[in-house]
Nanobody, 115 residues
């Protein structure tokens, strides 16, 4: 059974930092591109950051220079270091594993940035 389990969300003040983790099981992790998405109620889910199997990263313009995505294939985990958080970063953050034909989602973790 495939599982993507996010953790690390919570409440943080404006300008603070959080580190999200996503632990994967049931997949050959190093064969998957990994992404973080976020969603605000009533809005479409948006891509925040991505990292390929080879370690190439890509970021949404809104988080460039503030967020860092990384992966540890030995631990079957992907991370999102979020710095200089803004109130507009408040959302549910989802981990995504893309294997081409088969993709998987985590259940999400809430991040709330308070002013």
């Amino acid at each position: 059974q495939v599982q993507l389990v996010e953790s690390g969300g919570g409440l943080v003040y404006y300008g603070g930092s959080l580190r999200l983790s996503c632990a994967a099981s049931g997949i050959i992790f190093n064969q998957y591109d990994m992404r973080w998405y976020r969603q605000i109620p009533g809005k479409q889910r948006e891509l925040v950051a991505a990292i390929t199997r080879g370690g190439i990263t890509n970021y949404a313009d809104s988080v460039k220079d503030r967020f860092i995505i990384s992966r540890d294939d030995a631990k079957n985990a992907v991370y999102l270091q979020m710095n200089s958080l803004k109130t507009e970063d408040t959302a549910v953050y989802y981990c995504y594993a893309g294997g081409g034909f088969i993709n998987y989602w985590g259940q999400g973790t809430q991040v709330t940035v308070s002013s």
